[in-house]
């Protein structure tokens, strides 16, 4: 464990070595760990879990999930079984659904909670948004939270990798005394490789405001605009994807990734630092007001409504797929198709002579 202070906030770091695979297993060893879904998050995480040796009982319904969970050697009524039947048997139950199945199955998994159980998720949208979602635990669990800040199939090859995974943790309710140990626990037995606390409230607050704004909602609004700003004044298709799209993500956001935007600045052509330097201000002073009014829609449910109200909708699966098509029609991504067959492989030991923009 390491405490760390960045501008006098104290936080501490866990870490792997904390949390051997020894420690891990004394503490979940006469569990069952039901995990509830065989999406990407369900998958990654029993598996690991099955990787570490530890009691692992898997839950879906028909159809794709458990095509997928049979095909990695989980076994049919031994421990694959029905989602009931898993929530029955689980002394942690791994809440893993989609978070609008969370909502529709909830009347059937809260049944099948005992006391002493715990109730984990990897996302605090269902607690949170309990008055929306009506996800509330009885008193008599322990609630608690594992967010990996990355996808599902970075749990897994990172563990595979041996890499681990940064995760935060949270717990919401404690009522075996046992809640930390337990989060902390699976958080190692998943793959974590380091993990910080929050609370359920800051962990979906600052993720659905992530996804909304830098992570994907804002980024997808700055390469658009960019691409269609140098397509208007006559560059080429290729031209503008290139210097939109592909530089920073090839080139340049690794490098800020590994070393901080601070190198990338002190590491460019003077033409390229100037530029950067003055016009930074003048983004962060456009988008500041358009993230904290994300971030307060976010903070009153609105976004928790909008989203269970869309997954509710009967018709929403054919308006999101034509929205999603539009977005693959815009000509932008349609460079990006042509475009990425062109990437080189990447030599070995480019890394170290890769600079800035010139
Ligand atoms: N994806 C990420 O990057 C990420 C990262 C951190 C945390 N999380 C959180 O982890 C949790 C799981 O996310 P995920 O992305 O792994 O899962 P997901 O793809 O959203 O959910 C998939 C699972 O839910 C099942 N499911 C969907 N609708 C169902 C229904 N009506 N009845 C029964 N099962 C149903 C699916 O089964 P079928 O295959 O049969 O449809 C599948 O097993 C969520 O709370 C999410 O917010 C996700």
Known sequence: MKTIEINGVREEIIERSDFPVERVRAILGSEV????????????QSLNMRDQGLNV???????R???????????????????????????????????AAQIAMWPEVRKRLRSG????????????????????????VDVILVAPKGSGLTVRTHFLSGRGINASFAVHQDHTGRARDRALATAFAIGSGHVFETTFEHEVFSDLCGERSVLMGLIQGAFKAQYDVLRAHGHSPSEAFNETVEEALQSLYPLVGEKGMDWMYA???????????DWAPRFEAVLRPVIEDCYQKVLSGEEARITIAANSDPNYRSRLESELGAMADQELWQ?????????PERAAGEDGDRSGPG
Do not use: K, M
Request: glycine share 14%.
């Open 57 to 63: 009982v898997v839950g879906v319904r028909a159809g």
């Open 335 to 343: 460079a990006g198709r042509v475009l990425r067959d062109f990437r």
């Open 117 to 140: 159980d715990a109730l984990y998720f990897s996302h605090g949208f269902g607690i949170v948004f309990r008055d929306q979602t009506g996800i509330i635990p009885p008193d008599d």
């Open 267 to 277: 590491n460019c052509s003077t033409t390229a630092q100037r530029g950067a330097l």
């Open 33 to 44: 760990t039901a995990v509830l879904g065989y999406g990407p998050q369900g998958r990654g």
């Open 65 to 99: 999930s458990q095509d997928r969970a049979l095909a990695d050697g989980w076994e049919e009524g031994e421990n694959l079984v029905s989602i009931e039947d898993a929530a029955e048997q689980g002394t942690v139950v791994q809440y893993l659904l989609s978070d």
